[in-house]
């Protein structure tokens, strides 16, 4: 295994000269001078993109799962007491089958 090829070092060493060239140099250290930022960049976010920020902090804080409400019907479960009625569950089959089809 090759740790080092002199060509990749010439290449190297003519990508920086290339790289020097377009740089102003200074005169006594033969180095490249550091120029200032001719433009300020500058961002401003609209009032829309703030108000979706906060919106979006707020929803961070909620919690992904409702602990009460998990647990109120696991406990129904668990009692024998949860009851599904047929109807409900029929019907939102069907709205969900009729919206699968129309999307």
Not at 5 to 23: F, G, P, R, S
Not at 28 to 50: L, Y
Not at 93 to 100: G, W
Request: charged fraction near 40%.
């Amino acid at each position: 295994m090759k740790i080092s090829d002199k060509n990749n070092i010439v290449n190297l060493e003519a990508y920086i000269q290339k790289a020097n060239a377009n740089k102003k140099m200074d005169p006594q250290t033969q180095k490249p001078v550091e120029e200032a930022p001719s433009k300020v960049e500058k961002v401003e976010i609209s009032a829309k993109a703030r108000d979706i920020q906060k919106a979006k902090k707020i929803l961070d804080g909620v919690p992904d799962i409702r602990k009460e409400k998990v647990d109120k019907l696991k406990n129904s479960i668990e009692d024998n007491t949860y009851n599904v009625r047929g109807e409900k569950v029929a019907e939102k089959m069907v709205k969900e089958s009729l919206l699968d089809e129309i999307l």
